[in-house]
């Protein structure tokens, strides 16, 4: 892959993985904390955007190698 290519893929998943983490913990704070749907749903949302933003990074070290 060519560097523009790699630099769209990086900045598309850190867009993705800002995306899900500010809507899981808006659903942890805003949902309700008694329904345990809310809950799990912004957990997993939070913890998947986490390693998103880390594959976005080893994208952008990719970058440098070529």
Do not use: H
Request: include cysteine; charged fraction near 15%.
């Amino acid at each position: 892959m060519n560097g523009k290519t790699i630099r769209w893929i990086t900045n598309l998943l850190l867009c993705i993985g800002t995306g899900f983490m500010i809507t899981g913990f808006t659903t942890l704070i805003i949902g309700e904390a008694i329904d345990a749907d809310t809950i799990r749903t912004g957990a997993t949302m939070a913890v998947v955007s986490f390693f998103v933003i880390i594959a976005s990074y080893v994208v952008a070290m990719l970058e440098e190698e070529v």
